[in-house]
Nanobody
Framework: QVQLVESGGGLVQAGGSLRLSCAASGRTFSSYAMGWFRQAPGKEREFVAA????????YYADSVKGRFTTSRDNAKNMVYLQMNSLKPEDTAVYYC??????????????????WGQGTQVTVSS
């Protein structure tokens, strides 16, 4: 069992930055790949980024590549999403999630076993 709690969301102007954090509970955190998803009003939840259990591999949606960076600290049971050069279209609720599947499942929400409650990110133009 893994419990996830996101933090760090807020209101920022276009071009600004935010760093989201995801705190995980459970002794087996380091055995899970971690992902970030987002959901804007009226839209489906979409993949943003994923990081392997060791942190050695990362994957990004094309829409955020070069602007967002995910990292993890297994000693602290933490995962992070650094978001730079934010755009109004990045406005959404952001979720972190834990996956016990292999890399082929990381891009889809059904590839994840546990989810956080989400944190709102709003980017003003």
């Amino acid at each position: 069992q893994v419990q996830l709690v996101e933090s760090g969301g807020g209101l920022v102007q276009a071009g600004g930055s935010l760093r989201l954090s995801c705190a995980a509970s459970g002794r087996t955190f380091s055995s899970y790949a971690m992902g970030w998803f987002r959901q804007a009003p009226g839209k489906e939840r979409e993949f943003v980024a994923a990081i392997s259990w060791s942190g050695s591999s990362t994957y990004y949606a094309d829409s955020v590549k070069g602007r967002f960076t995910t990292s993890r600290d297994n000693a602290k049971n933490m995962v992070y999403l650094q978001m730079n050069s934010l755009k109004p279209e990045d406005t959404a609720v952001y979720y972190c999630a834990a996956s016990s599947t292999g890399p082929t499942g990381w891009g889809r929400s059904h590839g994840y076993d546990y989810w956080g409650q989400g944190t709102q990110v709003t980017v003003s133009s």
